[in-house]
């Protein structure tokens, strides 16, 4: 039974939870880090770690996709930023920097996004960053809008994509439009012969929409960082991540009784800032965390210290802030593997994932996303 709670007469919401809002429980047993593994696939893509980058320019160039890959992890170039934008794009990072030294005005570094994404995209410059990629020998994914998606595909598989990543802040099985056709992902995703991973949702229903169109992994949550990201207060739309992805979970389970074993993996893009953050994730039923601003200490992050999401760039309604408060102190290895003297949870994920697993007895992400679980208070 849904916990529904009365706000006026006549008129009920759910209680939902934030990660911050539950804990994990340890069972009976341990086991040694050393037998635990956070490897997951996904179709015929296997990764060593549940980590897929949050696709902003603050954190994924070409050089940070090909190192998150050859560590284990996908990173996500966004095929609507400034790679595929701007042939020249350390110096538009500059004009961001100098916007943010410049001043103390917020409002600032997003209009300097704004018209850095005026520019056109172009396929030459994003086919070139996805060339980068596919030579290392790592995994390629591309992130396009639902609004796009048609009109680029066929380009970026062209340019070598393996895994498209479909995402928005809402996204929905059928994307409306009064000046176009609409983007019907069931028929869209039929048509391609690589995977595709399909988001944001924040609840039961549309996760099993999304999961009905063929999406091979189905993105719960639009991004949320606390501080950051501002569709809360712009849209009045929120997402409780440790409810939303145990949502999401569910219909993934009732979508596997429906189809007789078609697996759908459940991707937590939203809230996720430690490693105990990443494990209560997995814990509530995700198969991988997308990663945003905790990536953006890594000394490799092409912002430099800054962090932003897609959505500041909105050219009407933008909804992130370019985050001044991110300290570049450690390499990207170090800052996934370890090892760490931050007794915070900020370096050393998915060492600390390991540990977090073994401590409670699990060896593996599927066995773990059955891990008990306490709500605060």
């Known amino acids: 039974m849904r916990d529904l709670v009365e706000i006026g007469m006549g008129r009920t919401a759910r209680r939902a939870y934030e990660l911050d809002d539950i804990e994990i429980i340890p069972s009976r047993r341990t086991r040694s880090s050393k037998d635990v593994s956070?490897?997951?696939?996904?179709?015929?893509?296997?990764?060593?770690?549940?980590?897929?980058?949050?696709?902003?320019?603050?954190?994924?160039?070409?050089?940070?996709?090909?190192?998150?890959?050859?560590?284990?992890?996908?990173?996500?170039?966004?095929?609507?930023?400034?790679?595929?934008?701007?042939?020249?794009?350390?110096?538009?990072l500059f004009r961001l920097v100098q916007a943010v030294e410049d001043t103390d005005d917020p409002a600032a570094p997003v209009k300097v996004l704004q018209e850095l994404h005026q520019a056109p995209v172009r396929i030459d410059l994003i086919a070139e960053a996805i060339k980068q990629v596919r030579e290392s020998g790592v995994t390629v994914?591309?992130?396009?809008?639902?609004?796009?998606?048609?009109?680029?595909?066929?380009?970026?598989?062209?340019?070598?994509?393996?895994?498209?990543?479909?995402?928005?802040?809402?996204?929905?099985?059928?994307?409306?439009?009064?000046?176009?056709?609409?983007?019907?992902?069931?028929?869209?995703?039929?048509?391609?012969?690589?995977?595709?991973?399909?988001?944001?949702?924040?609840?039961?229903?549309?996760?099993?929409?999304?999961?009905?169109?063929?999406?091979?992994?189905?993105?719960?949550?639009?991004?949320?960082?606390?501080?950051?990201?501002?569709?809360?207060?712009?849209?009045?739309?929120?997402?409780?991540?440790?409810?939303?992805?145990?949502?999401?979970?569910?219909?993934?389970?009732?979508?596997?009784?429906?189809?007789?074993?078609?697996?759908?993996?459940?991707?937590?893009?939203?809230?996720?800032?430690?490693?105990?953050?990443?494990?209560k994730s997995i814990a509530c039923g995700a198969d991988a965390v997308m990663l945003g601003e905790p990536l953006a200490a890594a000394a490799e992050a092409p912002g430099q210290g800054l962090y932003w999401t897609a959505a500041s760039a909105h050219p009407s309604v933008p909804r992130s802030h370019v985050s001044t408060g991110v300290d570049q102190v450690v390499d990207l290895r170090s800052l996934l593997f370890g090892p760490s003297v931050d007794p915070r949870g900020v370096t050393n994920l998915f060492g600390s994932l390991k540990r977090a697993m073994a401590k409670t007895g699990y060896s593996d992400i599927k066995e773990f996303q059955k891990v008990g679980l306490t709500v605060r208070g």
């Open 38 to 92: 956070t490897a997951w696939q996904i179709d015929a893509y296997r990764f060593e770690i549940p980590l897929i980058t949050h696709p902003t320019d603050a954190i994924v160039s070409p050089g940070t996709a090909v190192a998150v890959g050859e560590l284990g992890g996908l990173g996500v170039l966004n095929a609507e930023g400034l790679w595929a934008r701007h042939g020249d794009v350390d110096e538009a």
């Open 141 to 279: 994914a591309v992130r396009v809008s639902p609004q796009r998606a048609a009109e680029l595909t066929p380009d970026l598989l062209a340019a070598g994509v393996e895994i498209l990543v479909v995402q928005g802040t809402i996204i929905s099985a059928e994307h409306v439009s009064r000046d176009g056709e609409p983007l019907n992902l069931k028929s869209f995703i039929a048509d391609l012969d690589i995977p595709v991973i399909a988001g944001g949702v924040g609840d039961y229903r549309t996760a099993m929409h999304l999961m009905r169109t063929g999406a091979a992994g189905v993105i719960v949550g639009y991004g949320y960082t606390p501080g950051v990201t501002t569709t809360d207060s712009v849209l009045g739309i929120g997402v409780p991540m440790a409810t939303a992805i145990a949502d999401a979970a569910a219909a993934r389970r009732d979508y596997l009784d429906e189809t007789g074993g078609r697996y759908v993996h459940v991707i937590a893009d939203g809230g996720v800032l430690t490693s105990g953050d990443v494990a």
